[in-house]
């Protein structure tokens, strides 16, 4: 995805994956926008209503730009 994207276009993608099935890559994407476009207003706004959708405040304990740390040694373990 390009982080480049003004506000609008990122909460309209995550909001398309959101509708389609997949809410955890709705999620990331949001994160990825909160990442390059700091304290936006449209952004915080849509993160808010995905996390209360789902229960409340959402983890970043394992989030990062280049994926979930654990998936990466999990799908990495035949090469150790």
């Given at each position: 995805?390009?982080?480049?994207?003004?506000?609008e276009v990122?909460?309209?993608?995550?909001?398309?994956?959101?509708?389609?099935?997949?809410?955890?890559?709705?999620?990331?994407?949001?994160?990825?926008?909160?990442?390059?476009?700091?304290?936006n207003g449209?952004?915080?706004?849509?993160?808010?209503?995905?996390?209360?959708?789902?229960?409340?405040?959402?983890?970043?304990?394992?989030?990062?730009m280049d994926?979930?740390?654990?998936?990466?040694?999990?799908?990495?373990?035949?090469?150790?």
């Amino acid at each position: 995805m390009d982080l480049d994207f003004p506000p609008e276009v990122i909460v309209q993608f995550s909001a398309a994956l959101y509708n389609s099935g997949f809410p955890a890559e709705a999620a990331d994407v949001l994160r990825m926008g909160l990442k390059r476009h700091i304290k936006n207003g449209i952004l915080e706004e849509n993160w808010k209503k995905l996390s209360d959708a789902h229960g409340g405040a959402l983890s970043d304990a394992r989030w990062s730009m280049d994926g979930d740390s654990l998936y990466h040694e999990t799908i990495n373990w035949t090469e150790k």
